[in-house]
């Protein structure tokens, strides 16, 4: 290992939201932080060089993309997924829950409906219904062991109705973690195409893959498919630059890519400051052996609280995720109300998770716990729900 992920870190110093906002969310201050979706490690060495020259230079004026800025992100894209896509089919945007919501407005009209699979995000309902569109949900299902898959069934019969115009898809999927397979892919991708139905993938998860699973790119499926498609993606999840506020955006179209450019253009938000600009290149270029070695440590940090939760609070039930560093826990075992599990986790355990009936009406009782950390926070928070949950008898 070159890298110490396990480093200890207090982030309170550093502004970051998930320590500012406790009070503010949760209503107290001393809570062991596993919620907003970014790392307590440390950037690669190599971007916080590139960021350092940048501050060298000492002049933090607009700034302009070098085409290396696009060809580092298609270049990557291909190596690690193998598939091409020309640097001129990228628009940058401030993030992908921005691009989300103009190109809702883009794509569809106030009386259509569009499909989310729930539990999902929160921002996916809200980039809908905050839009004045109608939301309509494909509810994933959930064996016995708590793995999530799609009621095809129930997705087609969503589709097929008149007023749906387009379906976001999550992938990999925050909170349920699966990292979706070539066969689900394509049955979700024909349907859309079946029913003329446009695609929207947030792919912002995509490099954060764990060990013996594979990410498929939506666009990636078939030609047919990657027409439909509009694919949003950011190297901020992988590499911890969330604050550094940028993104790309794939438009297989020409004419779409045009007028999302334009919208950004009227907001004046077309260009990346001089941060992001360095950042994306040196992680796209020069960060690679940095990511695998960060999957290795998440992937630990995953096994871990699997077997702590089925060796000792076997009242919770999770399954490994395939991919993001987010780990959905089911509480509705523990013995007390649903509607009291996050107030439980907040003044018992005293950890801040993310309630999970924010994500859906399917994801009450559940709790969505962040383990992108040195692995001692890990230990910290699972140690502190342990003991709450046997104080409860
Ligand atoms: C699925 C998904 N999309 C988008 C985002 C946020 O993207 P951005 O910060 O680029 O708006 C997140 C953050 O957690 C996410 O989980």
């Known amino acids: 290992m070159r890298y110490n992920f396990n480093e200890k870190i207090d982030r309170r110093e550093n502004h970051a939201a998930k320590w500012a906002e406790m009070k503010m969310k949760f209503g107290r201050e001393d809570l062991t932080p596993m919620w907003v979706a970014d790392m307590d490690i440390k950037a690669a060495p190599e971007i916080v060089e590139a960021m ?44 992908v829950v921005p691009s989300m919501s103009i190109l809702v407005n883009m794509l569809t009209k106030t009386t259509d409906k569009i499909l989310i699979q729930s539990p999902v995000y929160p921002p996916f309902a809200a980039s809908v219904k905050d839009n004045g569109r109608q939301l309509i949900e494909n509810h994933l299902v959930k064996d016995e062991n708590g793995y999530y898959t799609i009621d095809f069934e129930d997705f087609e019969n969503k589709l097929s109705q008149e007023s749906v115009t387009l379906f976001i898809l999550c992938n990999p999927h925050n909170p349920v973690g699966r990292v979706w397979k070539k066969d689900e892919l394509e049955k979700m991708g024909n349907l859309c195409k079946k029913y003329n139905v446009r695609i929207l993938a947030d792919e912002i998860w995509r490099d954060l893959i764990m060990p ?11 030609k047919e498919i990657e027409d439909i498609t509009i694919t949003l993606f950011s190297p901020t999840k992988s590499f911890n630059l969330a604050g550094l506020q940028a993104s790309f955006a794939t438009f297989p179209r020409a004419e779409e890519r045009k007028e999302f450019d334009d919208i950004l253009g009227r907001m004046d938000v077309k260009r990346n400051n001089p941060f992001s600009l360095v950042a994306f290149e040196a992680a796209y270029n020069k960060c ?20 702590f939760i089925n060796e000792r609070i076997p009242e919770i039930k999770t399954v490994k995720p395939e991919g993001t560093y987010l780990m959905w826990l089911d509480f509705n075992g523990i013995g007390i109300p649903q509607d009291k599990i996050q107030e439980f986790l907040i003044n018992e ?26 692995r001692y926070m890990v230990e ?3 140690e502190k729900i342990e003991k709450a949950v046997k104080n409860i008898k």
């Not at 350092?52 to 997924?81: C, H, L, M, T």
């Not at 013996?212 to 078939?222: A, L, R, V």
Request: glycine share 10%; proline share 5%.
């Open 288 to 307: 690679e052996d940095w990511l695998e070695e960060l999957i290795a440590h998440l992937d630990g940090n995953m096994q871990y609280v699997v077997d």
């Open 349 to 374: 355990a005293k950890v801040a998770m993310n309630d999970g009936g924010t994500f859906g009406e399917n994801g009450k009782g559940f709790a969505r716990m962040n383990v992108a950390c040195p």
């Open 52 to 95: 350092a020259e940048k501050v060298k230079q000492e002049i933090f004026g607009y700034v302009y993309r070098p085409d290396s800025y696009y060809e580092s992100a298609a270049n990557w894209v291909a190596k690690r997924f193998g598939y091409e896509i020309l640097p001129n089919t990228l628009i940058h945007s401030p993030g």
């Open 380 to 382: 910290e928070a699972i």
């Open 212 to 222: 013996g699973h594979k990410h498929i790119p939506m666009g990636s499926i078939s």
